[in-house]
C-alpha cells in the first residue's frame, strides 16, 4: 500500500483560505481513489471530499460543498485539498486516504490507509 504523508494545515481566518497537501509514495496511486476525512476534537472522523483515480470525479460532504476543491496530480502522486470561506467549525485534523473501492464511499472503515494528519485551525 502507498504511504502518504500531509502537509500545509496551519492558523487561518475565518473567511480566509488553505490549501492541503497529501503526499503519496508506491505504485498504486493513480488507480486509488483518494478521499480527504477530518476530525474536531471530541467529534468522531468524518468524510469531506474524494476523487477518482483518474481525477475525473469528485464527491463532496454537504458542509463543504461549494468551498472546498480537491484534486490530484498523479504525475507528481499528490493529492490536493483547496479550503476557500472557511469558517471556525472546519477546525480539525485533516486526513487524507486512499482505498480501492468507490470514490463515493465515505466511511472511514472503507478506506484502506491514512496518512498522520495536519492541523488546520481557523480563528473567528
Known amino acids: 500500500q502507498d504511504q502518504l504523508v500531509e502537509s500545509g494545515g496551519g492558523l487561518v481566518q475565518a473567511g480566509g483560505s488553505l490549501r492541503i497537501s497529501c503526499a503519496a509514495s508506491?505504485?498504486?496511486?493513480?488507480?486509488?481513489?483518494m478521499g480527504w476525512f477530518r476530525q474536531a476534537p471530541g467529534k468522531e472522523r468524518e468524510f469531506v471530499a474524494a476523487?477518482?483515480?483518474?481525477?475525473?470525479?469528485?464527491y463532496y460532504a454537504d458542509s463543504v460543498k461549494g468551498r472546498f476543491t480537491i484534486s490530484r496530480d498523479n504525475a507528481k502522486n499528490m493529492v490536493y485539498l483547496q479550503m476557500n470561506s472557511l469558517k471556525p467549525e472546519d477546525t480539525a485534523v485533516y486526513y487524507c486516504?486512499?482505498?480501492?473501492?468507490?470514490?463515493?464511499?465515505?466511511?472511514?472503515?472503507?478506506?484502506?490507509?491514512w496518512g498522520q494528519g495536519t492541523q488546520v485551525t481557523v480563528s473567528s
Open positions: 486516504a486512499g482505498t480501492s473501492g468507490s470514490y463515493r464511499v465515505v466511511s472511514p472503515g472503507q478506506y484502506n490507509y
Open positions: 476523487i477518482t483515480g483518474s481525477g475525473s470525479r469528485t
Open positions: 508506491g505504485r498504486t496511486f493513480s488507480r486509488n481513489a
